[in-house]
């Protein structure tokens, strides 16, 4: 059961961005859900990492059983996006590995001592917790993204 | 009645389901891989490139649907974390709330604790640490993997890809280690 093409495929970067709103709400959506889900919570994720509860865990099951299953439909179905680009993952390079092990554990150890990880920080931002502070773990987040492009070409990948 | 259930937090079997919702859906709009770490970079390329061949490129065309999906996300939070808020303290394990006890961690009001987020706290070394230090290793460090708990541990995961595997096994080790290891020498005493 293939769906039929349409339109043909547009070139991914640069055609100029469609459905920004679409966008726009799907985070609204997902902002929502961060936080009545109470994924945004500190005493969640501390909670799971400190292996003393099962919602975080359970959390990330049943979002792998309703995403796997649905990515593997697209796939075998070969669907096409509402812009009508042809549905597809790019597959993540392997390489050495380095770099999944090393800004695994760098990324593990933030979350583990701000019990926060980006999504949430963002929802935070918007929540207005502490008087707005996670404004300034935010802005810390860029830095660090930053400092990482700046370093890159000597790290080992 | 409708008030007291809007505000009351949602369980797992609803939220899990609505995260995996929201990374099909992204595909299915724009092809477009549920992912917030990468917003970081594109944040990066839009405002401050410098001579950094990592953030030259078209971030418009690649990024700008993860801007417009990030600002939702704050937008969102500010619909369930403000006007949706949760009004009683949050309903942990008991042995979940006896170890944050023991870390210093009184006040379970809230969806991050009074006494670890605030301006003043911010102004000690502790929780310039905490705050600052976190947020620049979670930038690092997603970066460096290309994803963190979505991009990875949700999108990856569920396309059964093997980076992601050892991607969500590290940060969950290290997680873990800096819970238990780093976290009790930061909360105020």
Same mark, same amino acid.
């Given at each position: +059961?293939?769906?039929?093409?349409?339109?043909?495929?547009?070139?991914?970067?640069?055609?100029?961005?469609?459905?920004?709103?679409?966008?726009?709400?799907?985070?609204?959506?997902?902002?929502?859900?961060?936080?009545?889900?109470?994924?945004?919570?500190?005493?969640?994720?501390?909670?799971?990492?400190?292996?003393?509860?099962?919602?975080?865990?359970?959390?990330?099951?049943?979002?792998?059983?309703?995403?796997?299953?649905?990515?593997?439909?697209?796939?075998?179905?070969?669907?096409?996006?509402?812009?009508?680009?042809?549905?597809?993952?790019?597959?993540?390079?392997?390489?050495?590995?380095?770099?999944?092990?090393?800004?695994?554990?760098?990324?593990?150890?933030?979350?583990?001592?701000?019990?926060?990880?980006?999504?949430?920080?963002?929802?935070?931002?918007?929540?207005?917790?502490?008087?707005?502070? +996670?404004?300034?773990?935010?802005?810390?987040?860029?830095?660090?993204?930053?400092?990482?492009?700046?370093?890159?070409?000597?790290?080992?990948? | 009645?409708?008030?007291?259930?809007?505000?009351?937090?949602?369980?797992?079997?609803?939220?899990?389901?609505?995260?995996?919702?929201?990374?099909?859906?992204?595909?299915?709009?724009?092809?477009?891989?549920?992912?917030?770490?990468?917003?970081?970079?594109?944040?990066?390329?839009?405002?401050?490139?410098?001579?950094?061949?990592?953030?030259?490129?078209?971030?418009?065309?690649?990024?700008?649907?993860?801007?417009?999906?990030?600002?939702?996300?704050?937008?969102?939070?500010?619909?369930?974390?403000?006007?949706?808020?949760?009004?009683?303290?949050?309903?942990?394990?008991?042995?979940?709330?006896?170890?944050?006890?023991?870390?210093?961690?009184?006040?379970?009001?809230?969806?991050?604790?009074?006494?670890?987020?605030?301006?003043?706290?911010?102004?000690?070394?502790?929780?310039?640490?905490?705050?600052?230090?976190?947020?620049?290793?979670?930038?690092?460090?997603?970066?460096?993997?290309?994803?963190?708990?979505?991009?990875?541990?949700?999108?990856?995961?569920?396309?059964?890809?093997?980076?992601?595997?050892?991607?969500?096994?590290?940060?969950?080790?290290?997680?873990?280690?800096?819970?238990?290891?780093?976290?009790?020498?930061?909360?105020?005493?």
């Amino acid at each position: +059961m293939r769906v039929a093409p349409a339109a043909p495929a547009a070139p991914a970067a640069t055609s100029p961005p469609r459905l920004l709103g679409a966008y726009f709400v799907t985070g609204v959506l997902f902002g929502i859900v961060l936080t009545k889900g109470e994924l945004v919570s500190w005493f969640r994720i501390e909670e799971a990492l400190r292996f003393k509860g099962p919602y975080l865990y359970l959390v990330f099951a049943s979002a792998l059983a309703v995403a796997a299953p649905g990515f593997a439909l697209l796939d075998r179905r070969r669907a096409r996006a509402f812009t009508g680009e042809a549905i597809s993952l790019p597959p993540k390079v392997l390489g050495r590995g380095v770099r999944y092990i090393a800004g695994g554990a760098i990324f593990g150890v933030g979350w583990g001592i701000l019990g926060v990880c980006p999504g949430p920080l963002f929802a935070l931002v918007g929540a207005g917790v502490g008087g707005g502070v +996670m404004v300034v773990a935010c802005l810390a987040a860029v830095a660090g993204t930053w400092t990482y492009g700046y370093l890159r070409p000597r790290l080992p990948h | 009645m409708i008030e007291e259930l809007l505000h009351r937090p949602w369980p797992w079997y609803v939220t899990g389901p609505l995260v995996g919702l929201v990374a099909v859906g992204l595909l299915v709009i724009g092809n477009k891989p549920f992912g917030v770490s990468s917003s970081l970079r594109h944040l990066c390329a839009a405002f401050a490139p410098g001579d950094v061949a990592y953030f030259r490129y078209d971030w418009r065309g690649v990024g700008l649907w993860n801007l417009a999906f990030i600002v939702g996300v704050v937008v969102g939070g500010f619909v369930g974390g403000v006007l949706l808020a949760n009004l009683h303290p949050i309903a942990i394990t008991p042995a979940a709330q006896a170890s944050l006890t023991t870390l210093g961690i009184h006040d379970f009001a809230g969806l991050v604790p009074r006494e670890l987020f605030s301006w003043r706290v911010l102004s000690t070394l502790k929780g310039f640490v905490m705050i600052v230090g976190g947020g620049f290793l979670i930038g690092f460090g997603t970066a460096y993997a290309g994803g963190c708990t979505s991009g990875h541990g949700i999108t990856g995961l569920a396309d059964l890809q093997l980076p992601s595997l050892i991607t969500v096994l590290s940060f969950f080790a290290a997680g873990a280690a800096a819970s238990f290891l780093l976290l009790p020498f930061l909360v105020p005493r």
